[in-house]
């Protein structure tokens, strides 16, 4: 596991560049931001985008996504074409911002915390949101991916105060190329090689035969992907549900990228539908000929204008 995986900063440092790329998609829905949680004199805000037609007297389920970026960096813009898409297929879709390294010093552990805030800060608002608090689907990318599995942990680490009433087990989980355990590949080192705390952090140590169904995406370039292979193992083995989608020759953020964005987004949309979250077929197309060229061509000017403003940075 750790030969597969010795690499992992590096190419989630990648997903980050990748991520910029994704196309935000006019629709007809509209936008809230909210403050879930203040840390010091720092708000942290979600973005929603509601559905066409949406009221706050409506019940409807919620998809939370969280950005990659390696726990140091990233953007809310990572998931902005994913989450517009669900919210036309009639989801309220959150988008959450959480600590940071680059930006607040702070190790992985600190963003779970903020993590499983969003959760309860959802739940505890459905009636403002106008969502079903058990109807919520988490969802997200590489280190975003991660802050969504760790939902399912019963006890975590924890924002002092927080209220432990209000679970953070979600009723479902999209999870792109994800990060599903802090106790393989040295990534322990990130929280300062404490265990106690790494093993609260690793999705793979909690599972059990009623974790909520998931559809786990890698490609099979990707090293990440062992995690994933230890995941499929593990729900074959107590029996929960966990749907398998590979992306032949996709690297790591391989999702962020025409066609697999659309596909991807297919995929989820078909789980979710699976599971009575939604209604009739998925209305995204996958692109081809010269539109999928055409799309090719900005993509690839999208990453290098991302990656020299990136090195200017440093």
Same mark, same amino acid.
């Given at each position: ?9 590096f190419?989630?440092?990648i %997903?980050?560049?990748? $991520? ?8 007809? #829905?509209?936008? /809230? =931001? ?5 840390? /010091? ?8 985008d509601?559905?066409?037609?949406? $009221?706050?007297? +409506? ?13 140091? @960096?990233? #953007? ?16 309220? %879709?959150?988008?959450? !911002? ?11 552990d600190? %963003?779970? !915390?903020?993590? *499983? #805030?969003?959760v309860?800060?959802? *739940?505890?608002?459905?009636?403002? &949101? ?10 997200? /990318?590489?280190? /975003?991916?991660h &802050? ?14 927080? +209220? ?6 979600? $009723? ?12 393989? @590949? ?43 292979? =230890? ?6 083995? &107590? ?10 020759? @996709? ?9 697999? &964005? ?7 949309? !078909?789980?979710?539908?699976?599971? @009575?979250?939604? $209604?009739? !077929? ?7 000929? +010269? ?6 061509v ?7 204008? #991302? ?8």
């Amino acid at each position: 596991m750790t030969r597969h995986i010795i690499s992992i900063t590096f190419i989630m440092a990648i %997903c980050v560049t990748m $991520q910029t790329i994704a196309q935000e998609r006019e629709n007809n #829905s509209t936008t /809230g =931001l909210y403050v879930y949680k203040t840390i /010091g004199d720092k708000k942290l805000k979600m973005h929603v985008d509601f559905p066409p037609g949406w $009221q706050k007297t +409506d019940t409807r389920p919620v998809i939370i996504f969280f950005h990659g970026g390696s726990w140091n @960096g990233g #953007s809310v813009r990572a998931f902005a074409t994913q989450a517009k898409y669900f919210a036309s297929r009639g989801l309220v %879709c959150t988008r959450v !911002e959480y600590r940071l390294k680059s930006k607040d010093g702070v190790t992985p552990d600190k %963003c779970v !915390e903020d993590a *499983r #805030s969003s959760v309860r800060w959802v *739940r505890a608002n459905a009636a403002e &949101l106008g969502i079903d608090p058990q109807k919520l689907i988490t969802a997200g /990318g590489s280190a /975003g991916g991660h &802050l969504a599995a760790c939902a399912i942990i019963p006890e975590s680490v924890e924002t002092e105060g927080a +209220d432990l009433s209000i679970s953070t087990i979600p $009723q479902a989980m999209v999870l792109f190329n994800p990060v599903l355990s802090f106790m393989h @590949g040295g990534l322990a080192s990130r929280v300062n090689g404490d265990q106690e705390i790494a093993a609260k952090i690793s999705p793979l140590s909690h599972v059990k035969p009623d974790t909520p169904p998931s559809i786990v995406m890698y490609g099979t370039n990707d090293r990440l992907k062992a995690f994933g292979d =230890l995941w499929w193992a593990k729900a074959k083995e &107590l029996g929960f549900r966990a749907d398998k989608y590979t992306a032949e020759g @996709g690297k790591h953020g391989f999702f962020n990228q025409s066609p697999w &964005l659309e596909r991807t987004m297919i995929a989820a949309d !078909e789980f979710l539908a699976s599971l @009575g979250y939604l $209604q009739g !077929e998925p209305t995204v197309k996958v692109p081809t000929g +010269d539109k999928l060229k055409d799309l090719k061509v900005e993509q690839k000017r999208q990453t290098a204008t #991302s990656t020299r403003v990136q090195k200017k940075k440093k």
